[in-house]
């Protein structure tokens, strides 16, 4: 049984800033996504904003798989299907091989699978809620607004800046939401692009590092 189907089928929506192995986005699409927000907060403020690029140390290693889970019950994903990934994840024995001599196998308490199929979707799952914390730092008067696609529209498409730079080869202008969203970050996978003004950054950072911290409040 082929479980990507039903675990993307049941995951919570992907937040617009991230890009990373979704339909219809690219590392490419990105970086001119970065461009043109780059680009239109000079337009409006008549300099250029701060960007930093942020690069998760061990990324896949040092996932707090309880996150996934609770995310995915959050959303009300069947249960079965929870208990299934928690266990094909959790209950995993690993040994390494080093000059010849095999190590004692051990049981590693945090991250995905490397060379899963499941492991990127999941690692998204586990950092969805980083741009929206990020994003409660942003003004509408120093961060660039974009309209956004509503949950119901296609999964990947692109969105537009105002007053209306189109993104992805399937914008639907009737899908937009009326409420423009705050885009201060740009995900691809767990590289991270923050910008803003320099204050902003800061602040942006310290929440980057709140996020880090963040702990389940049960387990399955």
């Known amino acids: 049984m ?13 937040d617009i800033a991230q890009g990373g192995f979704r ?24 300099h250029f904003p701060v960007v930093a690029f942020l690069d998760i140390k ?3 290693d040092t996932v707090d798989r309880r996150v996934i889970w609770q995310s995915l019950l959050a959303v ?23 000059s010849n ?14 060379g899963s199929v499941l492991s990127p979707h999941l690692y998204s799952i586990y950092i969805n809620t980083l741009p929206a914390l990020l994003r409660s730092a942003a003004t509408r008067t120093t961060t660039t607004m974009i309209s956004s696609l509503s949950p119901s529209g296609p999964p990947g498409s692109g969105f ?12 639907n202008v009737s899908s937009l939401s009326s ?18 003004s320099a204050s902003e950054v800061k602040q942006i950072l310290d929440l980057a590092q709140i996020h880090s911290q963040i702990r389940p409040s049960h387990t399955l």
């Open 23 to 46: 339909p219809q986005r690219s590392a490419l699409d990105q970086a001119l996504c970065l461009h043109d927000l780059i680009q239109e907060y000079y337009r409006r403020k008549r």
């Open 76 to 98: 009300s994903a069947p249960f079965a299907l929870v208990s299934v990934l928690a266990h094909l994840f959790d209950d995993v024995s690993i040994s390494v091989l080093m």
């Open 179 to 196: 409420s423009p969203t705050a885009i201060n970050s740009l995900l691809y996978a767990d590289d991270v692009a923050i910008l803003g």
């Open 101 to 114: 001599q095999v190590s004692t196998p051990f049981t590693p308490s945090t991250g995905v699978l490397q």
């Open 160 to 171: 537009g800046l105002s007053p209306g730079l189109p993104f992805g080869p399937t914008m």
């Open 58 to 60: 061990a990324a896949y």
């Open 2 to 14: 082929c479980l990507f189907p039903l675990l993307e089928d049941v995951s919570p929506p992907l």
